[in-house]
């Protein structure tokens, strides 16, 4: 979905903003150019890395123990 449609962001390019580290709506803004024509994108575009961010904290917080096999204990 675009998000910004002056410079043509979608939500996919916003998360990964997000991923990369992107943490408030200017570095979206220096980044990829995210409401800085007309700004009727800010609002949706904070949205959008505040759910990207929040998204992102979960999985940190996602362990996976494995078990080793039986085989592997042998
Ligand atoms: S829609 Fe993003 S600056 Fe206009």
Redesign the pocket.
Known sequence: MI?????R?SDSQIRQAAIDGAHSLECLQIDL??????????DC?SRVLCDARDAGAHQRHIVTIARPSQAQMA
Do not use: L, N, Y
Not at 3 to 7: S, T
């Open positions: 998000v910004c449609v002056c410079r962001v150019g995210v409401a800085t024509q007309c700004g009727r994108c800010a575009a």
